[in-house]
């Protein structure tokens, strides 16, 4: 009886069938390892359920590129090709023209190799690929049914865990990590038949016997690293604040690339407070500035950093740092101060980070002195003298009352006051109060004041009022007027 399938022998073509197989071993080293076309569904034409579990691929390793490299990472987003050892595992006795479907697509239908775009295996025996640099398929493939495609029972070994290798080459791969575990996401479908009949010569004849002879992983992992260039970026300021009015900071930033393995070029670096510290000529620009532009900047680009990771202390080439100045002034406040630093990863994929610091400017407390000396004496009518100093470098102060302890308050005729120009608006006097003293001058003004008796001992303040709301009351010195016109000053 002719050993080959069912099918063959009712149209009694077996010696045809034993020479084209025969043939088929010839050139089975030259065979495509893989075929990208449509997925499983698509080449079953109808719909699978997919609930057996006869064989399945438990793990991969031993991962390597096309010439035979070790590959351990990708990155993501690229699609790229490899070879693999793939355990295949068998729970039944036997199974025919096995089918290993691999979603190259990333599988944005979350049905493993259903649907979409796939790379499609059956199982070879042992050999050299085309190139002559690896070895693809398996030394424990089966041959059951007589046609190309090759079979798998537990009698060779092929039962769980472990299985056996099937050596495979899968092309454009999609590297995605869609359970972000770090690791690349291949899902994938097995398929196989119960020796129904039909015949099986290329990867595409690999269709499941039946709507439920196939067994699909949409979750399956490879070992091999997916990632996308991360950078982080720091800010500071020095000196952290300046008195008021303000003045220049210095801003240092610095770079890190803390990916694990793919390279990132900066291309660009704003500032939201001063708009476009660094750019290259084909980066966009930056948005203007809210306070202005910098006064100078060591910041240059493209800059290319090197893998970083966490390491320490970091791999030289994977961080940067420059700095530069601009000028914060004004009332006191704080300004945080926001820097972006933008690139690209080995990928071209967009890469930033921003940090902030802060410059102050800080409040300078009011300062002033009180300084009342004598002019001349009428009998017991005696003129003074009163200057207010404003001591303060910064900023202007308000002068809103004077007052003398034993006169009372000097800017107006009343009880022993006898004349005045405080208070007074010119001609007669500096000004009316409130009146405004500049940094660094002074206001000055004459009163008469009366008094009785051999010896008068006094003393004026001053109130003033600074813009931000603070208030001093300086004190004159002490001043003691005899009727003979004899000052003596008191500590």
């Not at 949409?218 to 990632?227: A, K, R």
Request: aromatic share 6%; with cysteine; net charge negative.
């Amino acid at each position: 009886m002719c050993k080959t399938k069912r099918k063959w022998a009712r149209l009694g073509i077996c010696s045809l069938f034993l020479g084209a197989l025969a043939l088929g071993g010839l050139l089975l080293g030259a065979q495509p390892a893989a075929s990208a076309d449509n997925c499983i569904q698509d080449k079953f034409g109808k719909s699978l359920v997919c609930t057996a579990n006869d064989v399945r691929i438990a793990f991969a390793d031993n991962i390597r590129d096309t010439s035979g490299n070790p590959l351990t990472q990708c990155t993501s987003g690229n699609t790229f090709s490899f070879i693999a050892d793939f355990h295949v595992t068998v729970g039944a006795t036997s199974r025919y023209d096995i089918g290993l479907w691999f979603a190259t697509d990333g599988d944005p239908n979350h049905d493993g190799a259903r649907s979409g775009t796939c790379s499609v295996n059956d199982i070879t025996d042992l050999h050299t690929d085309p190139a002559g640099t690896v070895q693809l398929g398996s030394a424990f493939a089966a041959n059951l049914d007589g046609d190309a495609c090759r079979d798998i029972n537990t009698a060779n070994g092929w039962g769980p865990p472990n299985g056996r290798v099937v050596t495979v080459r899968v092309d454009n791969v999609s590297c995605v990590d869609t359970d972000n575990d770090g690791k690349l996401n291949l899902p994938n479908c097995t398929s196989w038949s119960q020796n129904t009949g039909g015949v099986c010569n290329v990867p595409n004849d690999t269709v499941p016997g039946s709507p439920s002879k196939c067994s699909c992983d949409i979750t399956f992992n490879l070992p091999i690293l997916v990632e996308t260039g991360t950078i982080q970026v720091t800010k500071d300021a020095s000196p952290a604040s300046l008195p008021e009015p303000g003045g220049e900071f210095t801003f240092t930033v610095g770079v890190k690339n803390t990916s694990s393995f793919t390279n990132l070029t900066v291309n660009r670096i704003c500032d939201d407070q001063y708009g476009t510290i660094v750019k290259t000529a084909a980066a966009a620009p930056c948005a203007a500035g809210s306070l202005g532009s910098i006064t100078g900047t060591t910041c240059s680009v493209p800059q290319t950093l090197s893998p970083g990771d966490n390491t320490t202390p970091d791999p030289p080439g994977s961080t940067y740092s420059c700095t530069f100045t601009a000028n914060v002034t004004g009332e006191p406040r704080t300004v945080t101060d926001v820097v972006t630093v933008s690139g690209l990863d080995a990928n071209n994929k967009p890469v930033s980070g921003s940090d902030s610091a802060q410059a102050i400017i800080s409040n300078v407390p009011p300062t002033a002195t009180v300084v009342k000396s004598l002019v001349d004496l009428a009998c017991a009518d005696v003129n003074y003298r009163v200057r207010v100093n404003n001591t303060d470098t910064a900023e202007s102060l308000t002068l809103t009352a004077l007052n003398d302890n034993g006169f009372g308050d000097i800017t107006k005729v009343q009880g022993n006051v006898l004349a005045t120009t405080c208070g007074v608006a010119a001609p007669n006097g500096p000004g009316t109060l409130p009146a405004t003293i500049a940094a660094n001058g002074s206001y000055e003004c004459d009163f008469r004041a009366h008094f009785c008796g051999g010896s008068h001992t006094d003393t004026v303040t001053g109130t003033l009022n600074d813009n931000d709301g603070g208030t001093i009351n300086p004190a004159s010195n002490s001043l003691q007027v005899d009727v003979s016109a004899v000052v003596h000053p008191q500590p």
